[in-house]
């Protein structure tokens, strides 16, 4: 969360393999409106809901799962 309040100007994020939550990745969606390609591959703690619901909720982001 604390990446996402610094870097509003993102537009791809590589986080693969990182301890990212389903909460962190709302939070980086919400504050990274420029986002538009997130990688969260072989992320442990994403959930299937997580990821469904950030699909769903930003269409605008390609995310790789």
Do not use: F, K, M
Request: glycine content about 8%; charged content about 20%.
């Amino acid at each position: 969360q604390a990446l996402a309040q610094q870097c509003t100007g993102l537009t791809r994020l590589d986080l693969e393999g990182l301890l990212i939550t389903d909460a962190g990745l709302q939070a980086l969606a919400q504050r990274c409106t420029g986002l538009t390609t997130l990688n969260v591959s072989d992320c442990e703690h994403i959930t299937e809901a997580g990821a469904e619901a950030l699909e769903q909720d930003y269409p605008h982001i390609d995310i790789y799962i």
